[in-house]
């Protein structure tokens, strides 16, 4: 069974930073696919980024295009998503999800195509 663990939420103010990681226990992926997706108040949950190997692919949503960065620490086991440039609109509480599969392009922005959630951590973005 796979456990996946985030961390670095909290509050920041529009404009700032923050530094989302997860880290994977319980199984090692030699090939996979893992990534966020975050809810809002109200709203529907939705993608946001994903990681797929062998031969890295990176996928974003459009609204976090050019903003957002998500990598992978394979000694660690982890995925990281480094967030920029925030804006209130990025306030949510995010998800890491993994898959062992290289999960298809067509099926990134579909939750069931992931096998592992973890808890959620909150970002806030607000000054």
């Known amino acids: 069974q796979v456990q996946l663990a985030e961390s670095g939420g909290g509050l920041v103010q529009p404009g700032g930073s923050l530094r989302l990681s997860c880290a994977a226990s319980g199984r090692t992926f030699s090939s996979g696919t893992m990534g966020w997706f975050r809810q809002a108040p109200g709203k529907e949950r939705e993608f946001v980024a994903a990681?797929?190997?062998?031969?890295?692919?990176?996928h974003y949503t459009d609204a976090v295009k050019g903003r957002f960065t998500i990598s992978r620490d394979n000694a660690k086991n982890t995925v990281n998503l480094q967030m920029n440039s925030l804006e209130p609109e990025d306030t949510a509480v995010y998800y890491c999800?993994?898959?062992?599969?290289?999960?298809?392009?067509?099926?990134?922005?579909?939750?069931?195509?992931?096998?592992?959630w973890g808890q959620g951590t909150q970002v806030t973005v607000s000054s």
């Open positions: 999800v993994a898959d062992p599969t290289r999960v298809i392009l067509s099926s990134l922005r579909v939750g069931a195509s992931y096998d592992y």
């Open positions: 990681l797929r190997w062998p031969g890295v692919s990176v």
